[in-house]
């Protein structure tokens, strides 16, 4: 029994509204698809009325409003197909996990070159200010800076959209999705100077102070980055068994896939092998599909994008261990095992046409939420660039503080004595994954532009053959790599 039994009992028991978009947008979804108030009222099982006082400004409650909630979302896929979820057989029925995966390629492949920004095909209401806007962001129409917002809630003309584009509906008061940079307090560069001034400028006393409070100050950034976003989160939602530790000191089920691979043989030949070392690996996996609320339990073998959390999986075997590590890491016992979302969607993906390395694997159950991968975008963003800019002012003290801080913000979101604010187990695994997913997908990169891969370990450690300054960047950013060890083997018998 922990302190936080009864806190987890309590909010298991209290579920969150689902969001919904302002009125008119959802009047424009049902527009925009030429569906009448009467076929949505009869889909939900009420009267066209309440769906027209729904339109107006009223606010459906409980199971209802989560029927209309989805409802509108599937509208909205509908109407942006660049953000569809699963593919679809020739029945229009959602298909296995492994018929996901070509889906999976596409939208992985869109933002890996775009992130979570695309253009619009045709100007669409921001869910800001009302006003046209010809981008958006995770699927929802937005002026993409304060300034065009600005601008388009200013006492003047609107501009005109596109003669196809929607009749924009009146603005209307809404959550602002980003922060201007004038709002956010240098919390960082406040602490270290403040630490600083106590330490009389000693600097490695100012750095064992920063270290001390990494975990309280990096909550506080947190909260910080946190307001005005869209999104709301639940703190200590109620947790599968599966994510509880059996005994003080063990291990919960969840298998994060950490690489510790060595290859068995290298050609014959001497070799001069060099150790990379990847920058920020913690850092650059909070950039990942985090679930927003509490888990819930779904079986049967498919996989919805829009959701994220723990799977129960059967892995498909690797027949690539020769030249390439095991997606899934290191594992002796063979069968079902417990992954996060990161793991499944490498396999899946690895599974479809485009890469065609592995069978897709079997989901037998997940524990999922609605998901987003910019949930911590704003605290990533603000320690990279309080990174990379103490790297540029060869400030120590700064940067290792925030490498503290972002490591022990993930090593602490289990069950922790050292922060008790965050209890998200399963963001701890997610996260810890996705750095793990990362680094195997260097080392895939690598052994497509003809480097031989040697060993791949943890979540930074990438031991390679060849010209790899024509694969990687080098430099001490988080999109770059450094030069940790150059050694010489002779190939041709087994490595250690």
């Known amino acids: 029994m922990t302190d936080f039994d009864a806190v987890d009992a309590l909010l298991a028991s209290v579920r969150p509204e689902a969001a919904l978009p302002p009125a008119a947008e959802r009047r424009l979804l049902r527009e925009g698809l030429g569906l009448s108030q009467a076929q949505i009222a009869q889909a939900l099982g009420v009267s066209p009325s309440t769906v027209r006082g729904w339109e107006a400004g009223r606010e459906p409650a409980g199971e209802i409003r989560t029927k209309y909630a989805y409802l509108l979302d599937g509208l909205h896929a509908k109407l942006h197909p660049q953000n569809d979820g699963p593919a679809e057989d020739s029945d229009g029925k959602a298909d296995s996990a ?42 929802f129409p937005q002026h993409l800076t304060p300034e065009e917002c600005a601008a388009a809630v200013a006492p003047q003309s609107p501009p005109t959209p596109p003669p196809s584009a929607p009749r924009a509906p009146t603005p209307s008061p809404a959550r602002r999705a980003f922060q201007e940079s004038s709002d956010m307090p240098d919390l960082i560069g406040q602490a270290v100077q403040e630490a600083m001034e106590k330490a009389q400028g ?13 975990i309280p100050d990096a909550m506080k950034l947190l909260d910080v980055c946190r307001k005005g976003a869209r999104y709301d989160i639940i703190a200590h939602p109620w947790i ?15 298998w994060e896939a950490r690489p510790k691979w060595t290859r068995a043989t290298l050609p014959s030949g001497a070799h001069e092998i060099t150790a990379l070392d990847i920058n920020g690996a913690y850092l ?12 819930e339990h779904s079986a049967g073998n498919t996989h919805d994008r829009r959701r994220a959390g723990i799977h129960l999986i059967t892995p498909s075997p690797w027949d690539h261990e020769d030249v390439l590590p095991n997606p899934i890491g290191n594992r002796d016992e063979p069968g079902p095992l417990w992954v996060t979302e990161p793991t499944l969607r ?49 400030d120590d003290v700064t940067l290792e503080y925030v490498k503290a801080m972002y490591s022990k913000f993930v090593s602490t979101m289990g069950e922790s004595n050292y922060n008790r604010e965050l209890y998200r187990p399963d963001w701890m695994h997610i996260i810890r994954s996705q750095a793990f997913a990362n680094l195997w997908t260097k080392a895939f990169k690598a052994h497509n532009e003809n480097l031989t891969v040697v060993r791949a370990m943890g979540t930074d450690e990438l031991h390679v053959i060849g010209d790899w300054r024509s694969v990687f960047p080098e430099g001490r950013g988080v999109t770059e790599v450094k030069v940790k060890d150059v050694y010489s083997v002779e190939g041709g018998n087994a490595q250690n």
């Open 346 to 394: 490498l396999l899946l993906r690895l599974s479809g046409t485009k890469y065609g390395l592995c069978e897709p694997p079997v989901i037998h159950e997940s524990f999922t939420s609605g998901a987003t991968e910019n949930l911590l975008e704003k605290f990533r963003g603000t320690l990279r660039d309080a990174r990379e800019n103490a790297i540029a002012d060869d």
């Open 98 to 139: 492994g018929a996901t995966a070509d889906a999976d390629d596409a939208e992985d492949d869109a933002q890996d070159e775009q992130g979570e920004e695309t253009d619009l095909a045709v100007a669409a209401p921001c869910v800001l200010c009302g006003q046209p806007a010809v981008q958006q962001v995770e699927g």
């Open 240 to 254: 599968p068994d599966v994510l509880k530790k059996k005994t003080a000191r063990g291990a919960d089920e969840i």
């Open 202 to 214: 000693d600097m490695e006393a100012a750095s064992a102070a920063l270290l001390k409070r990494a």
């Open 284 to 295: 650059s996996a909070l950039k990942t599909h985090l679930p927003l609320g509490s888990l």
